[in-house]
């Protein structure tokens, strides 16, 4: 019987040891998430810093002034787009409340219809 015990001891540590490792796996798996995206949000603001700088005629080299371009047109795209959105939702937002408003037009012309009905009858 002792030496079951022991047996059942000696796996219980060992799935502690996995237990712990698989733990401190997660929380460096974790940690290096945050990192890279630390990393990521500084690369993004060294590039706008660039683009300003590109754009002021500080640094000047042609891959740069291409890529802002790119950039440039890619921004007035969006802004486009955006604009659109809002076109969109305003064409929506009328169409809902009109909608909205044929919708109470015909409950009212049914209770008048059923009014009728009932005053015929």
Do not use: C, Y
Request: charged fraction near 40%; proline fraction near 1%; charge should be positive.
């Amino acid at each position: 019987m002792n030496e079951f015990w022991e047996k059942t001891l000696g796996v219980i540590a060992r799935a502690q040891d996995e237990i712990v490792k698989v733990s401190q796996f997660g929380k460096t798996q974790i940690d290096r998430s945050f990192l890279v995206h630390e990393r990521n949000k500084l690369f993004s603001k060294l590039g706008q810093l660039s683009v300003e700088k590109i754009k002021e005629g500080k640094i000047s080299f042609p891959e740069g002034e291409r890529l802002a371009e790119q950039i440039e047109r890619l921004n007035k795209r969006i802004e486009e787009m955006g604009a659109r959105m809002k076109d969109l939702t305003k064409a929506l937002s009328h169409k809902l409340e009109a909608d909205s408003d044929t919708e109470e037009k015909k409950e009212v012309s049914s209770k008048k219809i059923r009014i009728k009905k009932k005053k015929s009858a």
